[in-house]
């Protein structure tokens, strides 16, 4: 009966994940264009210099919420089938005000900084971080909203606004500004991001503020924020790593090779996101479930969720994988004739991605079920390998060595998750193991 109903479950999440997975695929088109005019407004080098701070910006963003955002997942479903209201309301309370304070306090370091030292980055980086300093709040609550709405399986109010709306705001706002007269420079680019996130946050926030009102019953709030930071804090260490599995070889590349290469090499990274967007579609179905299911008890329920998402997400992303292939030529193309070469890196990462989609959802699974630390240990050991093979194999390599670094480690991070899941939970995660 358990099993029946998980079936049943798994099918209507899968039509919501593929909702969602529509959401990202237009968002990842508003993105691509996006890329594409600033790649063509901009030129090489300033595009690569956007492309470099927007990618620190990001992995800040998602750190400043100390892995709260991703604790919304495990903590909101928890309290809602236990019936717990006081502590709820605390988490959303505190969850929100911190990840705001947090990311402030690293912003006003940096711009300090940046403002008392002011030879310490090159002078066309100098400007643009400025302007991100003011992104990374924005930024940082935004993802704790997102957390927040995925945690109450209102998955495409938590996936619209920052993937559809921001995207699509950054690209028409920075056609108006080179319009208008505003030079096609990175200071403008992430001044049209600061707007576009500002924007995106305020109707997200709205909306999500008025469904919890709408259905919150009165309770005093109640805050027992160590056991919250004592597992979300491992859950930051596993969302900055996982950022830094995505960041890791362009932020190496940004040291190592001139900003015109890194440019190709972060359009390739962008293609390789609807390929990421499989994975990420899964898991915002799938992670608040798996932490219902252990919170109800049911076992059999939870062993059936994982092998069916499992196989669903491995299907997916290997067909969004070959498809992207397929079309890189044409779509690398549109960055300019030299982004072509780019295809056999497309390739490298997209292979690695489908080996770690074989060994099944592990990580939310270690996560989601208090397995948290052992997840976040192997993560970063992985991370810190990543960043060793890159530095090894890129200057014997160039990018190709950055994106076979890439390949291996994301596909050994599966396989290595897997394995600790089973060690730990006594679940089996491969998409076809028995």
């Keep these: 009966m358990a099993a029946g109903a998980a079936l049943g479950e798994a099918g209507g999440g899968a039509g919501t994940a593929l909702a969602v997975f529509?959401?990202?695929?237009?968002?990842?088109?508003?993105?691509?264009?996006?890329?594409?005019?600033?790649?063509?407004?901009?030129?090489?080098t300033e595009y690569g210099v956007f492309a470099t701070i927007w990618v620190?910006?990001?992995?800040?963003?998602?750190?400043?919420?100390?892995?709260?955002?991703?604790?919304?997942?495990?903590?909101l479903p928890t309290y809602r089938a236990t019936g717990a209201v006081g502590p709820e309301r605390g988490f959303l309370a505190f969850g929100a005000v911190f990840s705001l304070t947090a990311a402030s306090a690293l912003a006003g370091f940096?711009?300090?900084?940046?403002?008392?030292?002011?030879?310490?980055?090159?002078?066309?980086?100098?400007?643009?971080?400025?302007?991100?300093?003011?992104?990374?709040p924005l930024f940082a609550l935004q993802d704790f909203c997102e957390g927040v709405?995925?945690?109450?399986n209102w998955t495409l109010l938590?996936?619209?606004?920052?993937?559809?709306?921001?995207?699509?705001?950054?690209?028409?706002?920075?056609?108006?500004?080179?319009?208008?007269?505003?030079?096609?420079?990175?200071?403008?680019?992430?001044?049209?991001?600061?707007?576009?996130t500002a924007l995106s946050l305020a109707m997200q926030a709205t909306l999500l503020l008025r469904r919890l009102r709408a259905e919150r019953p009165s309770a005093r709030a109640r805050y027992p924020w160590r056991d919250w930071l004592r597992a979300a804090l491992p859950m930051a260490l596993i969302d900055l790593a996982g950022s830094g599995f995505n960041f890791v070889d362009v932020l190496v590349l940004g040291f190592l090779l001139p900003p015109a290469e890194v440019g190709a090499y972060f359009a390739a990274t962008r293609l390789l996101q609807f390929v990421v967007f499989v994975q990420y579609a899964a898991s915002s179905v799938t992670a608040q479930r798996f932490a219902a299911a252990q919170a109800r008890?049911?076992?059999?329920?939870?062993?059936?969720?994982?092998?069916?998402?499992?196989?669903?997400?491995?299907?997916?992303?290997?067909?969004?994988?070959?498809?992207?292939?397929?079309?890189?030529?044409?779509?690398?193309?549109l960055f300019g004739p030299d982004f072509r070469e780019a295809l056999p890196l497309l390739a490298l990462l997209v292979a690695g991605h489908g080996l770690a989609a074989a060994c099944g959802p592990a990580e939310d699974l270690l996560t989601m079920l208090g397995a948290e630390r052992a997840c976040a240990?192997?993560?970063?050991?992985?991370?810190?390998?990543?960043?060793?093979?890159?530095?090894?194999?890129?200057p014997p390599l160039g990018l190709t060595g950055a994106a076979l670094a890439a390949a291996l480690v994301t596909a050994a991070r599966g396989g290595v998750l897997a394995r600790l899941a089973y060690r730990r939970l006594g679940l089996v995660t491969p998409a076809f193991a028995r």
């Excluded at 938590?158 to 990175?186: D, S």
């Excluded at 069916?308 to 890189?328: E, I, K, N, S, Y």
Aim: aromatic share 4%.
């Design 56 to 75: 620190w910006t990001a992995l800040m963003g998602h750190a400043s919420t100390w892995g709260l955002s991703q604790a919304a997942c495990r903590f």
């Design 149 to 152: 709405a995925r945690g109450r």
């Design 110 to 136: 940096g711009a300090a900084l940046l403002w008392l030292v002011p030879g310490l980055v090159a002078g066309n980086h100098a400007g643009p971080l400025l302007v991100a300093a003011l992104v990374l």
């Design 377 to 394: 240990a192997v993560t970063v050991a992985l991370l810190v390998a990543a960043v060793l093979l890159t530095l090894a194999l890129v």
């Design 158 to 196: 938590a996936v619209a606004p920052p993937y559809l709306l921001r995207q699509g705001l950054i690209m028409a706002l920075m056609l108006a500004a080179v319009a208008f007269g505003a030079p096609a420079e990175a200071t403008v680019a992430v001044a049209c991001t600061l707007a576009a």
């Design 297 to 333: 008890g049911d076992r059999a329920e939870l062993e059936t969720l994982v092998r069916r998402w499992a196989r669903l997400t491995l299907l997916a992303t290997l067909a969004t994988g070959l498809a992207l292939v397929a079309a890189g030529p044409l779509l690398l193309g």
């Design 22 to 44: 529509g959401v990202r695929i237009v968002a990842a088109a508003c993105a691509f264009v996006a890329q594409v005019l600033m790649a063509r407004l901009m030129g090489g």
